[in-house]
């Protein structure tokens, strides 16, 4: 995980505390994670976007359904 931006692993932990036990992030929108993380601590859209990217070509996560529902899968 040393390849990943902080943005990245800031987006991951807070889709880690959304999932919760079952490690399923179903419905995990940018709106939604702005809703969960402080103002000050929010990254761009853009930014949020490309973490999740970098976090699908990691294998950190999966896509739960196909398309660009926003449901994954946490491999952690």
């Known amino acids: 995980m040393s390849h990943l931006t902080a943005s990245d692993k800031h987006v991951l932990l807070v889709m880690t505390e959304f999932a919760g036990k079952n490690h399923v992030a ?12 402080e103002q000050d601590e929010v990254v761009s859209r853009a930014q949020f976007f490309k973490s999740l990217d970098r976090l699908l070509s990691a294998n950190i996560i999966m896509r739960k359904s196909p398309g660009r529902k926003a449901n994954y899968l946490l491999r952690v």
């Open 26 to 37: 179903g419905g995990f929108t940018y709106a939604k994670y702005c809703d969960l993380v």
